[in-house]
């Protein structure tokens, strides 16, 4: 008994180097736990095959969309972009060419909101403003914040059967100023499994990185005999 005292704090402090950023706020790696803890969203997608979901938040952008687009299909992969409802308005051929290139769309609300931080009427409205330009019954939270009435409450915002909460299995972390675009290589590739849902941003804020370390991450992927999938929008 004294001994597993004595190894627990070990274990735990093991666990945080690994989950957590080192004196980050945020997750790298999604724990089990949390996963459990709200089950009816979807984290990542079981299967026995190499297959990888990469996914892109806060676009399109007119810089950073075209770039992942172009590293895409040089290596026939195919993602899913969850966009912001005015960044849709403001770049549409963009958005297009994001759909005509077979990729998935998500809703991310119209204004990057925070669930947390907005009244649910706000918030509810805004996810409804952006489903007017984005027809999709896929939703991600800015932030992974969303209160559970919002949630509950996306399907009839939207006028849709059901929407699909969409968060993620790993984080690229690319959006910290802090890191280096290797850091965020090291982010994906140490954590991803099969059947990962990962998130990087076509932002400008995560575009010093992203640019770097995205075609290194793709060739990783298709060198060791990863397909990366689009989420379907059905």
């Known amino acids: 008994m004294g001994k597993d005292k004595r190894e627990f704090p070990c274990v735990i402090r093991r666990l945080t180097r690994v989950i957590f950023a080192p004196m980050k706020n945020y997750l790298i790696k999604t724990p089990w736990l949390l996963k459990r803890m709200f089950p009816s969203y979807t984290w990542n997608i079981a299967t026995s095959e190499k297959i990888v979901y990469l996914t892109f938040d806060d676009g399109p952008h007119p810089v950073a969309t075209p770039f992942v687009l172009d590293e895409l299909k040089k290596v026939s992969g195919k993602a899913t972009f969850f966009c912001i409802g005015k960044n849709v308005v403001q770049e549409a051929a963009i958005y297009r060419r994001v759909l005509d290139e077979g990729h998935s769309v998500g809703n991310h609300t119209h204004n990057h909101l925070n669930g947390w931080k907005t009244n649910n009427k706000t918030y509810l409205a805004d996810v409804a403003n952006a489903g007017k330009h984005i027809d999709s019954i896929l939703f991600r939270p800015p932030y992974g914040r969303v209160r559970s ?53 076509d932002s400008e804020k995560a575009f010093p990185r992203l640019r770097e370390f995205l075609p290194l991450l793709l060739a990783y992927l298709q060198k060791n005999g990863y397909a990366m999938a689009r989420i379907e929008n059905s």
């Open 149 to 201: 009435f919002q949630a509950s409450n996306l399907a009839s915002a939207l006028k849709k059967p059901l929407i699909r909460v969409v968060m993620w299995d790993v984080l690229s972390a690319d959006f910290d100023q802090e890191l280096t675009a290797e850091d965020c290589l090291k982010n994906v590739v140490l954590n991803i499994k099969p059947g990962s849902i990962v998130v990087m941003h």
